[in-house]
Structures are given as C-alpha cells and as structure tokens.
C-alpha cells in the first residue's frame, strides 16, 4: 500500500467529493431504483448488510459503478442524479485509471518486465468505480465499515478524504492510514501479487467507524477480463524459484474468492495460495 502524488485535478477531486455528498443526500425514494442484492449486476446501490462475510454486518453503503475502457455507452446504466453525476463520475474514473496504468508501467521498469506487461486483457477488465459511505456510527467499537481483506483484483486507487478510518495490518498491529490530501492510496490487488510469484503482496486491510463523523472515499479497480489467465510471470520463477500460485482465469479466481468467509483478523494474504488450491 503506497500513497502517491497524481495527474488528476484537484478541482475535479473536490468536485467529485461535492457531487458524492450530493448523491448520498438525496432523499432515499431518489435512490430507491438502485438498490439491489444482485452481485451480478454491474450498477447497484447496496449497504453492509449485504456484504456476506458469515453473518457479519458493517455500517457502510457502497455504490457500485461499472464501466468499460473507452468508455463509450458504457456509463449509460449510471444515476443522472444528480444533474451532473455523470460528467463528473467519468472524468474522475478515467483520469485515475490512467494514474494506474502509468503506475503499472513504472512497476514494470522496477521489475524488468516488459513496459506493456499488464496492457490487454492482464487490465482490460470492466473497471469498477466503488463510492463507499461510512455514515457516523452510535458505537464505533462494535461494527467497522468493511471487513479485513486483500483487494482480489490488479490494482486499486483510493481517494479517501481528510476523515480517518483505513487501516492497514503490519505486524499483527492495525496501523492508522493518514489522509494525505490530493493524493491516491494504492492497492496492490491479488492478481499483482500472483503475477509476482509473491515478490509484490497485497495488503490487509480494513475500515473502521467514527462517531461523530460521515466518511466517504472513491476507489478505482483495475482488473483482469474474466477470461484472462493470470499466473506467475517467467520472469519471477526459475530452478530455485518455482511458481507460488496456479495459474488460472481470473473468473474462476473471484468466483472462489467470492465465497471465503471472513473472520475478525483473518490474514488473506497467508491463504491466497490455499484459496487457489480449491479452484477447479
């Protein structure tokens, strides 16, 4: 997990944090149609109660956009509430996502994997615009915001806000994240991990509650098409480095990590190779 300076405008990160507040505040009947539990459904409006982790629950609503990349008509399923969601939503998501691409790109160089490495299908997935409202919670201590977990996909960029509430596992300490401001968190997914025969991990993290506070972040997820299999590059395995991880699409990797319950201190990252090892 890095915090990084970026080329998106800090007149577009204010206007998108405006247009977010205005989203959440109009009155529930305005929001009603995209409610849903359907996991299949590529924009939804759902709340922590949904987020099946084996019977827990978080003080959290999400909405959930997806889009193509170009865009095209990709975004016509999005709100038009209010008036300019639209415009705004998609010039922030495809500003960041090219802030992920050229951070892929200078990963490569680090790495010395070719410069276009993770193009194509490696990131060439829907990518996925995630809004996520942490609303001021009576008993911080009892309910957190979303669970600990290890991001199944590439990569993920997170503008979260000047309000606290992303930790990070090191060390079996949760470590408070400090808001930077005009800056992305970043993620490195699972998928990155894999491709790295493990030299990159993904990290643990969490979202805790405040009391007094709403809190409210904006993520980008770059990811794999469902069809691409993902697997140690060659780059990372040889005689005294054989591959970690299976290689395997990366549908059939969501889908199996989909179902992993998770538990108050569960560790992903320990168990990425075990959650392969049920994959068929």
Not at 45 to 62: A, I, Q, V
Request: a negative charge; hydrophobic letters at 35%.
């Amino acid at each position: 997990m890095q915090v990084v300076n970026h080329g998106v405008p800090q007149q577009l990160l204010q206007d998108m944090e405006a247009v977010c507040d205005e989203f959440y505040d109009l009155p529930a009947a305005a929001k009603a149609h995209l409610y849903s539990e359907d996991r299949q459904k590529p924009n939804r409006l759902f709340s922590g109660t949904t987020y099946e982790t084996g019977g827990h629950k978080y003080w959290m609503d999400c909405l959930r956009l997806a889009f193509s990349f170009p865009v095209g008509d990709s975004t016509a399923g999005w709100p038009d509430k209010p008036q300019r969601l639209r415009e705004v939503f998609e010039k922030f998501a495809v500003l960041t996502r090219g802030v992920g691409m050229e951070l892929l790109r200078l990963l490569c160089e680090a790495l010395g994997l070719r410069p276009d490495y993770f193009d194509g299908d490696l990131s060439g997935g829907d990518v996925i615009l995630s809004i996520n409202r942490y609303p001021p919670c009576p008993n911080p201590s009892a309910a957190l915001g979303l669970p600990p977990h290890c991001d199944r996909n590439l990569i993920t960029l997170l503008h979260t806000g000047p309000v606290h509430g992303l930790e990070v596992l090191h060390d079996d300490d949760w470590i408070k994240v400090e808001p930077v401001p005009d800056a992305f968190v970043v993620n490195f997914g699972l998928q990155l991990e894999v491709v790295t025969n493990g030299m990159l991990k993904s990290v643990e993290h969490r979202v805790t509650t405040n009391a007094a506070l709403a809190r409210t972040s904006r993520a980008i997820f770059i990811q794999p098409k469902e069809d691409c299999l993902v697997g140690p590059a060659e780059e990372f395995v040889g005689e005294d480095n054989p591959p970690c991880y299976r290689t395997v699409t990366f549908g059939d990797f969501r889908r199996k990590h989909s179902v992993v319950k998770l538990g108050s201190s569960l560790n992903l990252t320990t168990n990425l190779k075990d959650i392969q090892k049920d994959i068929r």
